[in-house]
Structure formats: C-alpha cells, structure tokens
C-alpha cells in the first residue's frame, strides 16, 4: 500500500538543461531535515507526476515561474506559497503552509508521506502511541510506516506546536493547522490528530448568494467535511469583497489560525480570541457589545449557553455565520442543546377537534419561537450541500412529519467553480405526457364526481391550473408562499368566505400551487427551480396589497381566467396590477358611482334612460368608461360646455364602441367631451332586457 523508494525530479527551468535529475528520497530527507527545510520543501514540491522543480542555481524557483500543468489537482496541491491571487479567482486554490505542518512530523514519517500521490490533499496525520500512524487523504486512510508510534515522536510533534488549551487543542504559529491531543489518565498526551488547515479561495461559492443576502446561516456537517474551511472563506469574501465589519470569534484558533496575528485567510476579518471554550459564548457577546460587527463568525455551537448567546446576536439583527455538528437539521432538532438554533421545540396539545381537524394526534410537537439562523446548509463533501432555505419552514415540516423543502447544489471545481441545483430524487420531474394524463385524468373524474353548476365550473378551472391538484374536492388549495405572505393570504380569503377553499401550507411537496411576489422571485431564482421540480404553478404578484392579493386568491381558485401575457415559465401566472395609476377625487367617486347606481337599479332591469347629472367634461369622460364597460349606449344630453350624460337602454354595437373609445381617447387628451349621437335605427336591445 505504502509508497517506497521515491525519487524526486530536479529540473532546470531556465537553462537549456531539460534532463531530469533525479536524487533519492533519502537525500530529500536530509534537506528536509536541515535548516532550509521550509524554502527547500516549496521548491521540491511533489506533483501527481512525482516531480518536483528546482532552479539551475540550486535555489528554489519561486512559484510563480512554475506553471501548473492542467493535470495538476486543484485545489489542495500543498503548495504552500501558492497565493489565491495567483489563480483565478473565480476557481478555488487552497493554500496550506505545508512545509509548516511536515516539520512536527517525524522525519522517518515525513519521507515516507513525501511518497503518496496525493501529498498535497492530506488531511491529518494521527499518531497513537504504539500503534502504526496514519494519514488520512480524501482518498482514505494510508498506514504512513510499519513502525510503531514512539513517544519520541509524539514529544517531536509536540515541540514544534504552540501550548494545548482546555479543549485539547493546539495549533502551529501562523498557521491553519490543528491539532488535538489524548491524553492517558495522568493526563499525559499519548495520541495526536494533526489536522491540515487550508484557506480555499472560492470554497463559499456555492452558497455565495446565501452569504450575500445577509441572512443568518446555520452550516452543519459531520466532522472534516470543510465547515471551518467553509466559514473561513465566507469572512474574507465578506470582509473584503463586501467591505462588511466581520469579527469571528475563534474559539481554538481554528478559523484565523494560530498567533496573535491572524492568517491572512480570513483577509480583512477581525478576530478574538477565546481565553478558554466555556467562555466562548461571554465572547460572542462581546463581539456584538464592543465592536460593532455587522457579521459574526463562529465554529461550533455546541452548548446551550453558546445557542442563547447565538440567538442574542440574531436578535440584535446581525448576521450570523456559524457551523454546528450535526448531519441533517433533524439531527439538531433532536438535540437538546442545541434546539435553541432551529427555535425551540414543545410538546402541544390539541383540542379534539383541532386534532381531528388537523388529521394529527393530540400531541405535538411544535417550534417554539422563530429560529436563529434564516437558512442551513447541510453540507455532505466540500462541493455539494443542501440549502434550506426556510429553516423556520424545514423545522415545522419536520415536526409535522413531512419532508422538507431543500435544494441540492453542487460545485464544479475544476471549471469555473460553478454552482448548480441538482433535482432532489422526491421532486424528479414529471415528463410532459405524464403531466398531461394525470390533467387529463383528474378533470375527467371530477366531471364524474359533481354536479354543482358553479362549483364544478371553478373547480375544473382549478384543475387545469394546478396540474398538481389532488382528486379531493373537500379539502382547500394548498398554497406554498415564501416569507410575510402567510398571514396576509389568510386574511384575504377569510375576507372574501374562502378560507375553506384556500389554505397555506410550509410543506413544498404538499402543495399545489407557490405564491410570491416579483421581488420575492428575483431575489431567491430557487423558487422558478423547485417550482418546476414539482410542477407547480407559480402566482406572481408585484407588490403585497390586499387587491393584488385578492385577483391571486380569485386566480388561484380558477375564478378569473389567467393572464395572457406571455411568461418566463409555461406554470408562472401573472396577477397584473390593475390599480388606479393616481387616487381619484371624491368627485369622481361620486359621479361614477351615480354611472353605476343608474345602470345597475334603473337602465338594465328598468329598460329606462337615465339622465346624469351635469359634471366637468375629464369626470363625464371617465362616466363614458365606465358605461361603456357595460356596453352600453350614451348620449350628451348637455351643451359642449356643460356636458351631461343620458345612459340609454340599448347596446353598444361594435362600431359605435370603437367611436365612443376613439372619442374617449380624445377626451382623455383634450378633456373636452363629444360624444357619439345614438346610432339610427340599428341598435341592438340588451338580450337582458325586456323587449
Ligand atoms: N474546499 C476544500 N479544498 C481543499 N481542502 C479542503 C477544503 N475544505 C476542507 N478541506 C480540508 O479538509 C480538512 C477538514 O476541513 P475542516 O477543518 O474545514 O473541516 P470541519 O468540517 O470544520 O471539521 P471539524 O468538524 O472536525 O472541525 C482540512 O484538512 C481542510 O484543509
């Protein structure tokens, strides 16, 4: 398994020397050991090829000059000079003081880890005394020697380390690098975790949308997935491509490193220090007391003190970015300590009827305040997560019983780190043929169930827009909204004697249609995505008024037809926004009220004119609207000065509409009124009204 005999490639760049000189390990081992350890080992740096480069004149080449083949891996090639200016920016590059970590490794060890392939990946070394040490690669574990751990070798690795706080912890001056000690009963350290730190410039970008929405962010994942790595990068891309006041509170140096001097990983970040971990939530609420951060950095939530501390800071309406352990969010609902994060849990019980209702049982449980963090990020490897981006909304579908709504992305870091949303296995997209027979269907054996007129008629509209729709008449529309619009759905078809027939749901996967706003939509573009996962349609209003969500209550329930405009996605309805453009005087409300009154009570059911009164020619033109909107026929029984309208019985023929329009344009213009004489002898009577 292991990797022996390695022979390293010296190869001079800038003479005409191209041969590969080779020296053996040994000697390699031997620079390694001298003084110019740290320099020589950039210069002999291992690629996937075995080679390594150095200059003519016995120095090493400084990196820049090395132009990585495209073989090369990225990120994580150990070279520790490597600046992520030098590559592009909008690809990851992990830099890890390398060299820095290989010198608390035992020499012995050192040439034999300088052998494996992946040298530039490593993860930790763990040395157990009396047991056989490992590396740990992505790849997985390699046994770097037969020899057993001494405890010479231990006491080397633990000169070269800074002191173990509390936690067992320790790292090495300037640098990422972790690590962690056990200790025997006497408390004497008999087994080490050292831990390569990495700052990877482009690690965030798969949640950078996230990030810069300014929400708090909950990222969980099992232990060396990148949480830290992860964290670290979302403080400099804050810091200094977003110009915020990031302070992270580094409980074991993790984050900035060790030193008083922070690593230059977290670019402009600030950082505090934490004199020992129980004092770490004291410290988070300092961040926020004295320094005024806009953003608050924090590893590991793991106790319930941390968890208040968290939601202080929340409240205080700064941003929050923290990791927790944990694999999926139900892993932090079920932990006590840290429930807090998600909003608390309780145990509620129902009324009789309110369970029945519900179709629950009579105890459950429920979130008990708002959550801390705005979303999460399971992470499951450092290029592919689960967003939810509701946590609120996770949380309540998970106590419910229910699958939450999430989004899967993933990130191609050897492209152009570019991040995309992979469809969920439950969401899988229904084939078009599929959509339409299920359509088909459902029309067909509701047709078959009901013989209420109206209802039927609204009821087969509702179908054919809601493809989704469940057979069950009884039960209301389920309408998945995002962010304030709940309560304010609620209201309006409370108001309007629906509430039967529409209801609001948190869960995705239960719904049958999304309500948001265009805002809404063009700040989160995830909700068209999971829309069309799930085939659902999309309602979208402009703004949150009561009208607007009035025509989506009316549109949803297939009570007015759609818009026919043309739109981004086949399942998006647009509610158009039909509000008077100006508020109209009490003037106008009167005389069109008078227009309606007249039509309504006397012209229509009594078959009679009816004769307005004398009004100023811009409020006579908006009259002529509106009896037109009835199609219905006027007359100016005034003088041009002082113009009155006479609603006469009889419908608007087509020509005559396009001259009252033509003319109502005029009038729109000039604010003079003309109106069109009573067309002759061809008028058509109303069909409603008696002959
Ligand atoms: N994007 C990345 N590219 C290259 N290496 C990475 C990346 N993310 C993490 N690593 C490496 O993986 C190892 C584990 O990373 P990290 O310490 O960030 O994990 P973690 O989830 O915080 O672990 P823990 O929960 O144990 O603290 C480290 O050696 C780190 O350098």
Redesign the pocket.
Known sequence: MRALNSHFVLIDLHSSWNSATQIPASTFAYLQATRFSTSLSAAFRRTRGGRSRISSSGLPVPLTEIRRPREWPI??NGLSSVSSNSASSSQ?Q?V?DLDLFLELVPLRMRNELFGHAEIG?L??VVMDLGRQPLARFPSGDWVISEQLVQLEDLRHAISKVGEFSDDNRSGIDHSLH?ISAIRNRKLQIIGLTC????S?SG?AEIIRDLVEGGGSILVI??????????IREIARMLADERKKRVVIVDTSN?IGGDGDVPHSGIGRARRMQVPNVHMQHNVMIEAVENHMPQTIII??IGTELEALAASTIAQRGVQLVA?A?GITIENIIKNPSLQLLVGGIESVTLGDDEARKRKVQKTILERKGPATFTCAVE?IT??ECRVHHRLDATVDAILAGKSPLFEMRSMDVEADNSVKSIPTPESHQLEHSELADIEERTQIEYAEKVDDGEKEEYSLNLMNLIPNRSLSISSPVLVYTYKTLEADLQQVASVMGLEDDIDVTNDISAADAILASTSELKQNPWIRGVAKLHQLPVFVIKSNTMAQLVKAVRMILGMTSRSKQPLQSPFDFEIKDDAPKRKPSIEEIDALEEVRLAIEYIVIPGGEPVELLPRRSEIVARQLELVESYQLTVENSGTDLNPRLQILPQKLNKITALKHSKSSSILHKDTTFKPVARDGGGVARLPLLPE
């Open positions: 990120p994580g990851s992990a890890s990946d993860i930790e972790r831990r390569v730190g990495r990877v690690s994942g099992p232990p060396g997935v990148g949480k830290t790595t992860l993790e590893d590991e990791t352990h992470m450092r290029t």
